[in-house]
């Protein structure tokens, strides 16, 4: 009989110890009928915030509501350009044109995938309101050199930390070192709900509840609204449900790095296989575990065909994507992240991945050059 297939994520195992916990949850949710703004919701925002080190918290509707209403409460709008990277989910750059601003998209280091510096110094114009790292795949874009950068130019930082729900940098949680972080609650981030969900957190209290108040209609209470805002609140059952999970955030993270450290013992030996990178003082949380290779499409087959499922994050640029042809960036004008997106390729990553599973998946990877 053949092996089942190893998946690229399964979140039946990882939430199947959790299910009575989660059925209760959503049983008290449903009595209650306390939908939206409900108990939870402030509860879990408190919970998060500490799991975070920081000291509050705003639930919102997901990622991409959160950027948005971050850049709009830090006033930017028409006539303003925001630095994001070209190779990302394209959320954060549509948070930017939602906001009325113009994407500017900068090249990505070759070793992390993340926002480049120096590429993003060349790209500051008298226009340039904000800059947009990235996260990416849970590790730390370089903040030591982003963050002077943004303070010499006096411009925002809204980290998107998406993928990067208890990633640290030097010590700290990702999304607390700029003017505002952003995390996703989508269900197969680290930290997941059951549906669309995200959180906002910022530096200064007064943003953040701005941005409260952008979410829910530009009000704090339910007849004045102070200014014009969207409806871009977290529901109470994702709430409550994500209650359940947030205890298991860190033991979820160690289960990713400890699957990393054995793709690594593995598979480091590999000079036609890039493997992921952790810059010093960084803590990676592997959202999702992306090699990198030339021969990409022939691997994912030959994995495919052994019962080995891949994934794809990402394979178009964001430059070269049809939503922004207006740009008119060609071909190699974002070089590093053009290739990047030409090699990439996820293999199986989540907590509940068997070590049996991982050395399967090694095996597979090595015999694909023997």
């Not at 110890?17 to 306390?34: F, K």
């Not at 982003?146 to 208890?166: F, K, M, N, S």
Request: glycine residues 8%; proline residues 6%; charged residues 20%.
């Amino acid at each position: 009989m053949p092996d089942a297939p190893v998946p690229l994520v399964d979140l039946r195992r990882q939430y199947a110890p959790l299910l009575p916990a989660l059925q209760a949850a959503a049983c008290q949710t449903l009595a209650d009928c306390d939908f939206i703004g409900g108990k939870a919701v402030r509860v879990f925002e408190a919970e998060f915030a500490t799991a975070l080190g920081v000291a509050a918290s705003v639930g919102v509707a997901n990622a991409t509501a959160g950027l948005h209403a971050a850049l709009h409460a830090l006033g930017i709008g028409p006539g303003d350009e925001v630095i994001v990277p070209a190779h990302t989910a394209i959320a954060t750059a549509e948070a930017v044109t939602l906001a009325g601003a113009q994407v500017v998209f900068a090249d990505i280091e070759p070793d992390t995938c993340t926002l480049d510096p120096d590429d993003v110094a060349r790209r500051i114009t008298p226009r340039t309101r904000a800059i947009v790292p990235v996260h990416l795949y849970g590790h730390a874009a370089d903040l030591d050199r982003l963050l002077p950068l943004a303070r010499a130019h006096a411009l925002w930082v809204v980290e998107d930390c998406a993928q990067a729900v208890g990633a640290q940098l030097h010590g700290q949680a990702l999304g607390s070192f700029g003017d505002a972080g952003v995390y996703s609650f989508f269900p197969s981030k680290n930290l997941g709900g059951f549906g669309d969900g995200g959180a906002v957190i910022a530096r200064d209290p007064a943003l953040l509840k701005k941005i409260r108040m952008y979410s829910n209609h530009g009000r704090e209470d339910k007849f004045r609204h102070d200014f014009e805002g969207t409806n871009s609140r977290l529901d109470t059952l994702q709430a409550a449900l994500l209650r359940v999970n947030l205890p298991h955030l860190a033991t979820w993270n160690a289960a990713r790095r400890a699957i990393a450290d054995q793709y690594r013992q593995r598979l480091g030996h590999l000079d036609w296989l890039q493997l992921p990178v952790q810059r010093d003082g960084a803590e990676h949380i592997y959202h999702v575990y992306v090699v990198r290779t030339q021969q990409r499409e022939a691997l994912a087959a030959h994995l495919h065909e052994l019962g080995i499922r891949t994934g794809l994050h990402y394979p178009i640029a964001l430059h070269r994507q049809p939503a922004y042809a207006r740009l008119n960036l060609g071909p190699g004008s974002l070089p590093v992240a053009e290739e990047a997106c030409a090699s990439c390729l996820s293999l199986p990553m989540f907590p509940g991945l068997t070590p049996a599973e991982v050395e399967r998946v090694c095996d597979a990877v090595e015999a694909f050059h023997a």
